[in-house]
């Protein structure tokens, strides 16, 4: 019998060695070890003997089980590290090759750029209003301390629309500016108030730089005592914000009827770098970005607030512009409009 | 309103020591922006002044010549094709280096040493419209610029030859500041803000001659001041070289001395004048137009008038459009011996709206429009006296008619300094003072003011609450310290905004691009998607029909987005969120909704299901509906939300679409009503339950709905309901389909058996029997 051991021994180890593959190895296992294997078979057979025999071939037969069974160890062991060893070679794929088509779509241009400016306004604590865009004459003009006939009006090129006219109101218009939302929202709320509202303006223009609708974006803060620095403040924490701190904000005295004092703020141009030198997309070196001003004592008196008591402050800009202005150049503004796919799914 | 400004002259006037670029950054901080800084001496490097010493035939080229030019330190020869040149000639020359716009035309070009037709060319005789100078000099298309009036020798750089070398300002002037449409009015800010005060030039008083001039203003409304002088023995003739060039740099075309002086002193003082041939007119009528009267202008066209526009007449016929241009035929030509000075105030919504009216517009037109004020033709008409007797002899033979008889008011207002809540940073009173006193403004008091406005700035300052601004933009915008105003508003977000951001995320995951649309259509698309012009709201002046309507769903506006995509690929996921306008009493119905449009060209399973599947679970309550635009067999509504379905084919024939396309509209507040909360918690099951398919017949209008309810109420321990297969067709009874889902059986207690599952199973079978199912094993 302990001849019959070292038999199976012998042949186990060396049948071990000779394995490459992780398979073979099994089938060696099963070959000696299995239920039907070598050894086991040989170990049914120690029943047959008597005692003193049958537990020294027995004690011998473990010996032997458990050197079979390290081998068998060792050997899977080697055999996984050289496998692990060669996947660098045989399973080495080409990095560089596209990866698999997952089909996912694309927020528009504009709409990410409205979802940024929310989230910054959002941050000092001023919330998203909104107001319409079929408007009264009254809100879009009138109240915000521009009469009929006046020159102002210009400026905005006015859609028209022929339904009702009311007495109280005027005419109906698309309304040319997000402004429209100022004496509502102090109709409808009480102070202190810190809002945007951005959304769709309509004018009449159309060419490789203007389309007809356009997105801006109103803020409008009133309270007890609200400053021109809060108004810079608030303004300076946006666009550093938004277009980076190292960017140089200039402020420039100007004139809309709706607020007093007014100013227009400009960006540092990044196409000229600052320059102003022969470049097409800036005024001496600079890129007119936003009006504003402390609201008009007759826009509060308007909304029912006493200017006496509060102060506010408005500012106003366009969407698509700062959309430009971050680096994202087309060179037709009306290509956001028309949703080729090939243009949506670039941003 | 745009203006141009030459630094040597606001120098001149103002003393000041800083550079160009400090003057038109200061301007711009303080005062008006500075849009442009053009510095002229640059545009004419390498240019001088040439003299013309030979000329011969060129020998290759019929209308071109050989000159021979003296350009100071030596002859050249360059190649010419100007009609007009001739020996002793003095022209531009333009040296190799210089950049010159060709024949007037495109980007400015950079010279080379070259051979034209074989011949040597060393530079190029210029025309006025290639070196900018066309409203300087002009002359025939086919001639070249002569300067032969000009003072300067040979080889005199161009720039130095005709006073241009200087720095030129664009500024943009707000509307409400017409006091700073003038170099005096620049001046005066640019002072101002380098903490000096600016003296309005002196003016001569007019030494008044006997004759009587006929002059009435019907309505003084209309024309609260006309003021009128006679002048004699005035000598028309070309202006100097100073004058030429400051018109010339203010972008004003020199025509002869006289318009020329009329044209300076608008530019210096901000006066507007004009000034009529006297020979030609017997009186002067300020009246209203009356019905069909013409008048031939100064630019050559004749306007039809109305009588809502105010007119300067003769006892018969308009001579002027007040205010905005006069008449040619009394204009000032070559053999004008004798001119009436016109210096008026005339109201600016009258000037507006007859310019407006009839599209002329002037220099003289946007000032008046803007609002002068009535104390600003005296001195303006004293200095166009003034400079008519330097510059075209003459003098003064009439009396000075001025019809304005009211005395001089000025604006005073209170102003409290203690009020100082609006700045945000510490006002110096006593700073703040000087501020409004530089800019002409009488301040007395101590901390209440009682400020008087000059008489320049009548027309701006409305309210006391001006003065804030005069005092910010003087100390400077960017002086400020920003703060950010704390508190909590009272105004919440919308939170419709919040859903809409979640659905743009959620359905860009779903592999849908968002587009966004005009808000206004067609009829046509209106009406080719089934819609009604009837409940749409109607744009007046549209840009074009395509643009006539406010949308009254987003449907048609996406298959147009669809059609825009067909040409380049088989298949697109398209959204859009936005309003749609009803017609109401009053201001339309606006309503915030949701398109979604699936298009695949080449579909073999209706899309119906695709565009259903992206909303998966979160909706339910799906019931057929019929929908003009919709296929009438794959289309529903989803209760207080909205439609969904594929479009009907009839449809998207009308809009060039082939394929199919399933779209939905739903409205932003159904869906918030809608969407299933999600805040409730399920337990996870702790038992392992059984699973088991389910296959039968059953006849094909049966649906879906009926079927998942009878088989989720069949058992209590039936956890999980899935359909995995549909089919009809072969192997399939007619009028049948075969359906397959996979069914879980579950017990929240306790480990389930297969005998329990089973029994289930079993009750499972008989309740799909009851609606005619055919079980197959």
């Not at chain 2, 309210?463 to 310290?481: A, L, P």
């Not at chain 2, 089934?530 to 840009?543: D, K, S």
């Not at chain 2, 207690?749 to 499972?764: D, G, V």
């Amino acid at each position: 019998m302990k001849k019959d051991l070292e038999k199976i021994k012998k042949s186990a180890l060396s049948a071990i060695d000779m394995v490459a593959t992780p398979n073979a190895l099994q089938d060696v296992r099963v070959q000696f070890l299995g239920r039907k294997g070598e050894l086991t078979r040989l170990l049914k057979g120690l029943k047959d003997l008597d005692g003193e025999k049958r537990k020294a071939v027995g004690q011998a037969a473990n010996f032997v089980k458990e050197e079979i069974e390290a081998a068998l160890s060792a050997r899977e062991s080697a055999l996984e590290k050289a496998r692990f060893d060669a996947i660098a070679k045989e399973e080495w794929i080409d990095v560089t090759a596209p990866g698999s088509s997952c089909e996912t779509g694309s927020v528009h241009l504009v709409t990410q750029t409205i979802n940024k400016i929310v989230d910054i306004f959002a941050s000092i604590g001023f919330s998203r209003v909104a107001a319409p865009e079929v408007e009264w004459d009254y809100y879009a003009f009138e109240a915000l301390n521009m009469p009929k006939e006046h020159p102002a009006r210009d400026d905005w090129e006015t859609f028209f629309i022929d339904e009702g006219v009311s007495k109280k109101y005027g005419k109906q218009v698309l309304t040319p500016h997000t402004s429209n939302a100022q004496v509502r929202i102090l109709e409808e709320h009480d102070v202190p108030l810190k809002v945007v509202n951005i959304g769709r303006v309509y004018r009449r223009q159309a060419d490789a730089s203007h389309v007809p609708m356009f997105h801006q974006v109103e803020g409008f803060c009133v309270g007890d005592n609200i400053t021109i620095a809060d108004l810079k403040g608030t303004v300076e924490y946006f666009l550093h914000s938004f277009f980076g701190q190292d960017r140089k904000i200039r402020y420039r005295p100007y004139d809309f009827r709706f607020t007093e004092p007014s100013f227009e703020i400009d960006i540092d141009c990044d196409v000229c770098s600052g320059t102003g030198d022969n470049c097409r997309v800036c005024k001496a070196g600079w890129v007119e970005l936003a009006g504003a001003g402390l609201t008009h004592p007759h826009v509060l008196k308007a909304g029912g607030v006493d200017p006496d008591k509060y102060s506010a402050f408005a500012f106003g800009f366009g969407v698509e512009r700062i959309a430009m202005m971050k680096g994202v150049s087309i060179p037709d503004m009306r290509m956001l409009y028309q949703n080729d796919l090939r243009f949506l799914k670039q941003f | 309103m745009e203006m141009y400004v030459s630094y040597s002259w606001l120098k001149e006037l103002t003393k000041t020591k800083k550079s160009a670029k400090d003057v038109a950054d200061l301007l711009s901080l303080h005062g008006a922006t500075v849009e442009h800084v053009v510095v002229w001496g640059e545009k004419f490097e390498d240019m001088v002044v040439g003299e013309i010493v030979e000329i011969n035939p060129h020998p290759n080229a019929n209308k071109l010549k050989l000159v021979v030019t003296d350009i100071g330190k030596k002859k050249v020869q360059i190649v010419c094709g100007g009609a007009n040149v001739a020996i002793g000639m003095k022209v531009v020359v333009a040296l190799p280096g210089a950049s010159v716009v060709w024949h007037g035309e495109g980007d400015p070009v950079v010279l080379e040493e070259t051979k034209i037709r074989g011949e040597e060319s060393h530079g190029m005789i210029c025309g006025a419209s290639e070196i900018f100078l066309e409203k300087l000099i002009s002359h025939a298309e086919k001639d070249i610029a002569d300067l032969s009036h000009v003072d300067a020798k040979a080889g005199t750089p161009l720039a130095q030859a005709l006073g241009l070398d200087d720095t030129v300002f664009e500024i943009e002037v707000t509307s409400n500041r017409v006091d700073v449409m003038s170099m005096e009015g620049v001046a005066r800010e640019v002072m101002a803000i380098e903490g000096k005060t600016y003296d309005l030039k002196k003016t001569k008083a007019i030494k008044a001659g006997k004759e009587k001039l006929k002059v009435s203003v019907k309505d003084a409304k209309l024309c609260p001041r006309y003021q009128a002088v006679k002048m004699d023995g005035i000598e028309i003739g070309p202006s100097p070289d100073w004058m030429q060039s400051a018109l010339f740099k203010a972008g004003v075309k020199s025509i002869n001395n006289i318009v020329d002086v009329s044209n300076y002193v608008m530019l210096e003082m901000g006066q507007p004048l004009h000034a009529f041939d006297a020979a030609k007119v017997d009186e002067i009528v300020v009246r209203n137009a009356k019905e069909s009267e013409k008048l031939e202008a100064l630019d050559d066209n004749t306007y039809e008038l109305d009588p809502a526009m105010l007119v300067i007449a003769d006892s018969q016929k308009p001579i002027a459009l007040a205010g905005v241009m006069g008449g040619a035929p009394t204009g000032i030509s070559d053999s004008t011996t004798s001119v009436v000075w016109e210096a008026a105030n005339f109201e600016k919504y009258t000037v507006r709206k007859g310019a407006r009216s009839i599209l002329l517009f002037s220099e003289s037109q946007m000032r008046f429009e803007k609002g002068l004020s009535v104390f600003s033709t005296q001195r303006a008409l004293e200095r166009a006296v003034e400079l008519t007797m330097e510059l075209a002899g003459g003098e003064v033979v009439s009396e000075v008619v001025d019809t304005y008889k009211g005395t001089y008011k000025p604006l005073v207002y209170d102003f409290d300094t203690n009020d100082a809540r609006l700045f945000g940073f510490e006002v110096d009173v006593p700073e703040a003072k000087k501020y409004l006193e530089r800019l002409g403004f009488e301040v007395s008091g101590t901390l209440k003011w009682k400020i008087r406005v000059p008489y320049w700035r009548d027309g701006d300052i409305e309210d006391s609450r001006d003065f804030v601004e005069e005092i910010v933009r003087m100390y400077g915008y960017h002086n400020i310290e920003g703060t950010i105003p704390m508190g909590v508003s009272e105004a919440q977000a919308d939170p419709l905004f919040g859903l809409r951001k979640n659905l743009e995320q959620y359905l860009v995951g779903k592999g849908f691009s968002e587009m966004i649309n005009y808000s206004f259509v067609g009829a046509d698309d209106l009406t080719r998607a089934g819609e009604t012009v009837h409940n749409a709201v109607h744009v007046l002046n549209p840009l074009s029909v395509e643009g006539e309507y406010m949308r009254t769903s987003l449907i048609p506006s996406a298959l147009l987005s669809v059609a825009r995509n067909t040409s380049h690929t088989n298949s697109a996921r398209l959204f859009e969120i936005a309003n749609v306008y009803h017609k109401q009493e009053g201001l339309p119905k606006e309503e915030l909704r949701l398109v979604c449009a699936i298009w695949n060209a080449k579909s073999k399973t209706p899309l119906f299901y695709d565009l259903k599947g992206v909303f998966g679970d979160l909706l339910d309550g799906y019931t057929s509906v019929q929908h003009e635009m919709l296929h009438p067999g794959r289309s529903a509504e989803v209760e207080g939300v909205g439609i969904i379905g594929e479009v009907h084919p009839h449809v998207l024939k009308q809009f060039g679409i082939e394929g199919s396309v399933a779209v939905c509209e739903f409205s932003m507040e159904g869906l918030a009503a809608n969407l299933k909360a999600r805040d409730a918690f399920q337990a996870i099951p702790e038992f392992p339950g059984v699973k088991r398919d389910i296959a039968f017949f059953v006849d094909k209008k049966v649906l879906y709905k009926d079927l998942e309810n009878a088989i989720s109420g069949a058992h209590d321990l039936i956890a999980g309901v899935e359909l995995f297969d549909i089919y009809e067709g072969k192997g399939v009874p007619d009028s049948k389909k075969s359906m397959a889902f996979h069914i879980e059986y579950q017990d929240p207690e306790k480990t389930l058996s297969m005998e329990e599952a089973e029994a289930a199973h079993k009750a499972l079978e008989k309740s799909l029997k009851k609606l005619g199912a055919e079980v197959r094993n």
